[in-house]
């Protein structure tokens, strides 16, 4: 063994160590201080105006997300045993240290506003379970007489009664998700069903589903995308290495999540996929020039031929991984914290799989060795790149052909653009059939609704929401606004003095209705606070009579619904403003909206800046502005045809699609980079455009449709995830793959020749 060759050894040994050990440190801290983040209010800026005064309305109103409990008896409520379940559950919520007391509702623990001779009572439906049939069917009939209670704690069919129980700021973790599905099923009975949903359970599934589906993707990423290197490279040794350089940075890139404590979010469990499925190129370029220099150098050194493909591959590798890391970087013009986040460490993912490709992968062909299996008897004549010299020819005398094709699919794409809708929507992410949004169904169909929208009135005037004609106002844009389909019920201050106002007539129904005058209404108040408790009104007034929330309950959590009850309640802005009352929002349901918007400002951003930061990029690195400009080209028809398909199709734009361009643009570019770079080198070798494209279309026309074939076959991974959005995103980006390579083997190779992209000066030779 000479020196240099004991030299390389040392090195590529050293650089082994270096990797297991930094790999082994990852491990440690992500065991320590990984954790899954699935609270929405963790995903948005907290700086934000909205969410500032929707932060501020939450603490004013005690407005808080809540776990609802649903406890079925399809032969009715109205028996003891059921009964005593629902009084049981009240209390034993109320015992837990993640909820108040006033923070829970039900039939058992709900006020009943009654008339009496003295005045007004306020008693409890029941505190002793009723026995016998004469108190059972006076309960019922005090449930039905109550729009308080009929409808919103117990369905309309007397068959479910609803326990809705709001949880303390920061107390939802991962293990009190196990403890309270586990305590609320311990109910169930050969006669009672219970159905458990609210946002916290939703998000608790989340936490459980997602590291759980990253596991199982992974395995099969590593798999397929294994057997695809396999055919292309026919090498275990360069498969194993290949898959082992990115299996390394998801790690990395994981490892540097949990070093720098930033949580897992939903979108984040697709980052080794990612990784895995865009790493792989990085294998492919670095053995395929390998194999070229073993073949035309037979008896050529390992070390020879290492120094040789990293010296090639160097340029166009790092103009590769550094456009497609801008792509990733472009998510930080993004609002939404698990976008930006993606962004961030999926770049980092991608350095490291560049830096493991230019180290790693040398370093396991010096240690282990390397020899590819090449057939002496190839032919190295035009008939081995026979097939793209015709594709090449067809293309080119048939430009316009493809000319007219691509400007037809753009204006239909356009038109799909304008189709497309954001959805925030948590229950979207599960399947259709899952247990989390059939059990939202039910108690849907049962209730008001399981998400809420809430809106704050607010007035310089002390005792403003005392006054008839601010109620009446109130009253209705409820009403209004329930005759939506989506929208279940609502509850305001207005309902407690309607109920006031037909209990003290006699529970007269001509009398539920807001009164006629102010001191009515203030003499209502007075009673109740004497004989009730007023703590129940903070949740819906303030001390001063002149702030307000009322609460809106929605059958759906996603943007069109909140949309279109924020469309009628919008009519009633200028009749409040005219009365001195400014019209807000707040609420998980209101943040879901803001939430939204922040997505579809981000994407926009994100593609301007991937598009400009890559055109400035491809110009600097080929000196020329026209390179630049036919560069982009391809990546920008494939973001316009795939947004077109997605409102087609009627895909929304989520925290998951809302990806889709930078990964399209990242991916992407990189075809139209080694396209470019080994098309300027072929024609300054043979000085005519023909022959170049001929030799380029062969020789690395190849090698991107092997790398679209291994990333593509990564990307169609996910349709296996449990999450739709990641199918859907999955299918897209392979989409977005194949059209990349069809845009860069035929519109860009067509403009190259056609506007002389590095040509010097036009030889007739060259006309096609």
């Known amino acids: 063994m000479t020196k240099i060759e004991k030299n390389y050894k040392l090195i590529s040994w050293a650089i082994m160590v270096i990797v297991l050990v930094l790999t082994v440190f990852f491990i440690s801290s992500m065991r320590k201080n990984s954790r899954m983040e699935t609270n929405l209010d963790e995903y948005m800026p907290k700086t934000h105006p909205a969410f500032v005064y929707s932060d501020q309305a939450e603490e004013w109103f005690n407005i808080k997300d809540g776990i609802l409990i649903a406890i079925e008896n399809k032969s009715g409520i109205y028996n003891p045993q ?29 006020d009943n506003i009654l008339g009496s001779e003295d005045g007004m009572e306020v008693n409890a439906f029941y505190s002793s379970v009723p026995k016998s049939e004469v108190m059972l069917e006076e309960l019922k009939q005090n449930v039905q007489t109550n729009d308080m209670v009929y409808g919103r704690l117990v369905s309309t069919d007397g068959t479910t009664a609803l326990v809705v129980a709001g949880m303390k700021s920061g107390t939802f973790t991962p293990e009190f998700y196990e403890q309270i599905v586990e305590f609320a099923r311990g109910f169930e009975s050969d006669e009672e069903t219970i159905y458990i949903a609210g946002r916290p359970i939703v998000e608790g599934t989340m936490a459980l589903l997602g590291p759980a589906d990253m596991k199982r993707m992974v395995p099969i990423v590593i798999v397929v995308i294994g057997l695809v290197l396999f055919i292309l490279l026919r090498s275990i040794r360069a498969t194993a290495a290949t898959l082992i350089s990115v299996f390394v940075s998801s790690i990395w890139a994981f490892g540097m999540m949990s070093v720098l404590n930033v949580p897992i979010y939903s979108v984040s469990t697709m980052i080794p996929v990612m990784l895995i499925a865009i790493g792989v190129a990085y294998g492919i370029y670095y053995y395929n020039h390998l194999n070229r220099y073993f073949l035309d150098n037979p008896d050529t050194s390992r070390e020879s031929a290492v120094k040789y493909a990293v010296r090639i591959l160097f340029a166009p590798l790092s103009m590769a991984a550094f456009t497609t890391i801008i792509g990733f970087i472009s998510l930080l013009s993004s609002q939404v914290y698990p976008i930006k986040y ?81 959805n925030s929507s948590f229950l979207d992410k599960f399947e259709e059939d899952s247990d989390i949004v059939i059990t939202d169904r039910f108690v849907n169909s049962k209730f ?91 949740k819906l007034i303030n001390y001063d009579y002149n702030r307000t929330n009322i609460t809106f309950q929605l059958k759906g959590d996603d ?90 199709l009627n895909i929304p734009l989520s925290t998951t699609t809302a990806l889709l361009s930078s990964i399209a643009i990242g991916i992407g570019i990189d075809y139209a980079i080694h396209f470019l770079q080994y098309y300027k080198l072929n024609l300054s070798h043979s000085g005519l455009k023909i022959t170049a494209i001929y030799k380029t279309m062969n020789q690395t026309g190849k090698a991107i449709m092997f790398n679209a074939v291994v990333v593509i076959s990564g990307f169609l991974v996910l349709i296996f995830s449990v999450f739709p959005p990641n199918r859907t995103l999955g299918a897209l980006v392979s989409m977005n793959m194949f059209t990349s390579l069809l845009g860069t083997l035929s519109v860009m190779m067509i403009l190259i020749f056609t506007f002389n992209v590095f040509a010097k000066k036009k030889s007739t030779k060259d006309k096609v």
Do not use: C
């Not at 059921?82 to 709900?110: C, H, R, W």
């Not at 594709?391 to 430009?399: D, T």
């Open 342 to 422: 993606f962004g961030i460490f999926t770049a980092v993912g991608i350095f490291t799989a560049y830096l493991l490709a230019l180290l790693f992968l040398p370093a396991a062909v010096i240690v282990f060795g390397y020899k590819p299996k090449v057939k002496k008897n190839v032919v190295k004549s035009v008939a081995r790149g026979s097939a793209f010299r015709f594709l090449s020819n067809k293309l080119l005398l048939n430009r316009w052909w493809v000319y007219g094709t691509v400007w037809m699919l753009i204006i239909i794409s356009l038109t799909g653009i304008q189709k497309v809708w954001i």
């Open 559 to 648: 943007s069109r619904t909140i949309n279109e009850a924020l469309g009628v309640i919008k009519q009633f802005e200028e009749k409040l403003n005219e009365q001195g009352i400014t019209l807000n929002y707040a609420g998980s349901g209101y943040k879901a909206l803001v939430f939204t918007d922040l997505i579809l400002e981000g994407q926009v951003m994100s593609i301007i800046i991937s598009l400009g930061l890559v055109l400035i990029l491809l110009t600097l690195m080929f000196r020329s502005i026209k390179a630049g400009l036919i560069g982009s080209l391809p990546i920008l028809i494939t973001a316009v045809l795939s947004f077109g398909v997605m409102g087609l």
């Open 82 to 110: 059921t009964l005593q379940k629902i009084k049981d559950i009240s209390l034993d919520l109320i015992d837990m240290e993640e909820f108040e007391e006033n923070d829970v509702m039900s039939l058992y623990t709900a």
């Open 448 to 538: 008001g609704g399981t998400s809420t929208l809430n809106v704050i009135l607010e007035s310089e005037h002390v005792n403003a929401f005392k006054q008839p004609e601010n109620l009446r106002l109130i009253d209705q844009m409820q009403n209004e606004t329930e005759k939506l389909a989506l929208v279940g019920n609502s509850f305001s201050l207005a309902d407690y003095i309607k109920r006031m106002n037909k209990v003290m007539n006699a529970d007269n129904e001509e009398f539920y209705d807001i009164p006629e005058n102010n001191e009515m209404v203030a003499q209502y108040l007075l009673l109740y606070e004497m004989s009730g408790d007023p703590e129940n009104l903070t």
